[in-house]
């Protein structure tokens, strides 16, 4: 617990002396997405190759199913409402 918090605030510090700087913006954000994409696929793989996972597939329903895709929705809608409403421009 103690790495993961020395990270972020190794982060927030380095985030503090670039501000203003949009090039390093820029290359942030590409390699945040990078980082999501390494980590959703290899979060695939460890799915995959868990045979308890595989072998249960069929008994975890559509209710599981609905509940992810509900997840999902209310996300989508409330982060969409929010950033509506935190991030509108004034029409002035």
Known sequence: MISILA???????IGF???GRPI???R????????????LFLL?????????VIGNL????????AIAV?????SVLISTFLFKLLFR???K
């Open 28 to 39: 942030n954000n590409n390699l945040m997405n990078l980082a999501i994409y390494v980590l």
């Open 70 to 74: 509900a997840s999902i929705a209310g």
């Open 17 to 19: 002396f670039l501000v």
């Open 89 to 91: 421009k004034n029409a």
């Open 44 to 52: 695939g793989i460890s799915v995959g190759t868990n045979q308890e």
């Open 7 to 13: 990270v972020l605030s190794a982060g927030i510090l």
């Open 58 to 65: 069929g008994k975890i329903g559509y209710e599981s199913v």
């Open 24 to 26: 390093w913006h820029k």
